[in-house]
């Protein structure tokens, strides 16, 4: 595994070791021994999936202290954008966003610590997304940032008029509407 850094600290690109033939291929997509020792010793709790078809934005979402959530996300066939921004407070990069491609193809992860907001827009025909979580959802503790707010300025590649939104995603609040926490805040468990 090949951990890979950021313009923003403790948000970390993976790449794992693939090993592959005319068979096919095999990789560890996750060793909680090489996690721990490599980025931070973080404990997933759940494993969640999600297909989405060319143009499908989700995001950006988190959740609140004390639910919020750290994520290891990844492709595992398609392509898409996937983006995270920074949303803590005492943070040098607050308000500051990394995007990278993540596919099936190029096998990379993400780890999005707790703290940011985190969406990805597909490129592909379609994508299945896959991203390990530290903490359980809470309806009551959701939060989310406008995908198109001017204060971000994300470049998501595509165009406005290829974006399919979800109605929740298209009604988000924008990013000088919300109330924002520090490092140690957003750290504190549920």
Do not use: C
């Given at each position: 595994?090949k951990i890979?850094e950021t313009?923003?600290?403790d948000?970390y690109l993976i790449?794992p070791k693939?090993?592959?033939d ?8 996750f ?9 931070k010793k973080v404990n997933?709790l759940?494993?969640n999936e999600s297909?989405?078809l060319?143009g ?12 919020t959530?750290?994520?290891l996300?990844?492709?595992i066939e398609?392509k898409v954008l ?5 949303l ?7 308000g500051?966003?990394?995007?990278s491609?993540l596919s099936?193809?190029n ?6 610590p707790r703290?940011?907001?985190h ?9 299945i ?6 903490n359980?959802?809470?309806p009551e ?7 198109n ?5 994300v470049?998501?590649i595509l165009?406005s ?5 979800s109605g929740k995603?298209q ?16 750290n504190?468990n549920?």
């Amino acid at each position: 595994m090949k951990i890979i850094e950021t313009n923003i600290s403790d948000l970390y690109l993976i790449e794992p070791k693939v090993v592959g033939d005319t068979r096919g291929y095999f990789m560890e997509s996750f060793s909680e021994n090489l996690f721990s020792e490599m980025v931070k010793k973080v404990n997933f709790l759940q494993d969640n999936e999600s297909k989405s078809l060319f143009g499908v934005l989700r995001g950006l979402h988190l959740q609140k202290p004390p639910y919020t959530q750290a994520k290891l996300v990844r492709v595992i066939e398609g392509k898409v954008l996937d983006v995270a921004v920074d949303l803590r407070i005492d943070s040098p990069t607050f308000g500051k966003y990394h995007s990278s491609e993540l596919s099936g193809e190029n096998k990379l992860q993400l780890f999005v610590p707790r703290g940011f907001a985190h969406g990805f827009v597909v490129l592909s025909e379609y994508a299945i997304f896959s991203y390990k979580v530290d903490n359980f959802y809470s309806p009551e503790h959701e939060l989310g940032l406008r995908f198109n707010d001017f204060d971000l300025n994300v470049d998501w590649i595509l165009s406005s008029a290829q974006i399919s939104l979800s109605g929740k995603d298209q009604s988000l609040p924008f990013f000088k509407e919300q109330h924002y926490f520090s490092s140690n805040e957003y750290n504190k468990n549920k």
